[in-house]
């Protein structure tokens, strides 16, 4: 082959490597593009419904009314619970998911907030004691969950039980420890908690 001949055959050659990479990025430019805002349409779909969840908390503007419209809002969901028959299985499972998940958000927000600053001002017997009745409810809530998928006797009665130890745990924090709390804290620390309390339920929202 001559030099000439080899030139001429390797200028083809690049060439044709430059076609490719060119088709190439013509066919996957568009997918990447779609690709990318399907991810970021995501994102902002997930956001938003973090933001709605969070909404009722949020806007009470205060932490301690935030954690009472939470309560009130548990107890609704076990309230259509206690009205649901050996019948309503499907309705059941929903519920049950429905009322783990706002639980577990607010037990969140508690544990990870308000009980810790409880413990900073003090009040660190009323934090463990508190937070040792979120064990219970959610060992109570997986037991109601594993009695309706299995389909067992008791359901209506292992609800009974959650509520008891539910209202009992409520009733503590609003009518004692919480006052409590609030009443020491300044309105700069009141919203920094506000704030703090928010942030970390939207995070699991």
């Known amino acids: 082959m001559t030099s000439a001949t ?4 390797n200028d083809r050659f690049k060439s044709g490597l430059r076609d490719h990479d060119k088709r190439s990025t013509d066919a996957t430019g568009p997918a990447l593009v779609a690709g990318a805002a399907g991810f970021g349409l995501g ?6 419904r973090r933001a709605a969840v969070q909404a009722v908390t949020y806007a009470a503007g205060d932490w301690f009314e935030g954690l009472k419209a939470e309560h009130k809002l548990a ?10 028959t050996e019948e309503d299985q499907g309705k059941r499972a929903t519920l049950v998911l429905q009322l783990q998940h706002a639980i577990g958000k607010h037990n969140v927000q508690e544990e990870y907030v308000v009980y810790c600053i409880l413990a900073e001002h003090g009040d660190t017997a009323a934090a463990n004691t508190l937070n040792s009745e979120h064990f219970e409810l959610k060992k109570g809530l997986h037991e109601l969950e594993v009695i ?5 006797p008791g359901f209506l009665e292992k609800l009974g039980e959650i509520r008891s130890v539910f209202e009992a745990h409520v009733t503590e924090e609003e009518t004692e420890v919480f006052p409590r709390l609030h009443a020491s804290l300044s ?11 928010n ?7």
């Open 148 to 152: 309706g998928k299995e389909q067992r």
């Open 43 to 48: 994102l902002l779909a997930a956001a938003g």
């Open 187 to 197: 309105p700069e620390q009141q919203k920094s908690l506000t704030n703090r309390m």
């Open 6 to 9: 080899y030139k001429n055959y």
């Open 199 to 205: 942030r970390e339920g939207f995070k699991v929202a």
């Open 75 to 84: 107890r609704g969901i076990m309230e259509k619970l206690a009205d649901t």
